[in-house]
């Protein structure tokens, strides 16, 4: 049976969790969906500047900026209450999953339950597989080489393909 990684810890302080919070914020508005809405921001605003009558277009463009500015608001709030001050977060790549602890909350996501492993900057992003959505946790939890252990028993887990698909 494959060792664990030591346990990282960790002390959450206000800085961190509007630091993760940004990089989240800056990863969900420069992918996917995002990024479109982003882009449509700002050709709104370029045409509400060049266009005769363009003040539709900027009011438009201001109300799409308002939604991405309440948008990173929560996200800092939902953050902020993760990662309160003093929070001790832990983490370790076990045999059967990812142990990541948030104070007194200890889980463990299963390699399987894992679809993808991002890292942006100092933030490591792990997207769900049953829900398709991404979690964030402090690179500094998971380093090299648990970081590379961590991609190889998320890739070892995935479904295998299927001879004619």
């Known amino acids: 049976m494959p060792a664990a990684t030591p346990v990282r810890t960790l002390v959450a302080d206000a800085a961190l969790a509007r630091h993760v919070a940004r990089v989240q914020f800056t990863r969900y508005a420069t992918k996917g969906a995002g990024a479109w809405i982003v882009a449509l921001a700002v050709l709104e605003a370029l045409a509400g500047l060049t266009l005769r009558g363009g003040w539709v277009f900027l009011v438009v463009a201001a109300f799409t900026a308002a939604l991405l500015l309440l948008g990173y608001r929560r996200l800092l709030r939902c953050t902020l ?85």
């Open 81 to 165: 209450d993760e990662l309160a001050p003093g929070t001790e977060l832990r983490a370790a790549v076990e045999p059967e999953g990812l142990r990541i602890e948030l104070g007194g909350n200890r889980t463990v996501r299963t390699y399987r339950s894992v679809r993808r492993v991002e890292v942006r900057g100092d933030v490591v992003f792990l997207q769900w597989r049953s829900t398709g959505r991404w979690g964030a946790i402090p690179a500094a939890l998971v380093p090299e080489p648990d970081l590379s252990l961590l991609r190889t028993r998320v890739t070892a887990a995935a479904d295998p393909v299927r001879p004619g698909r």
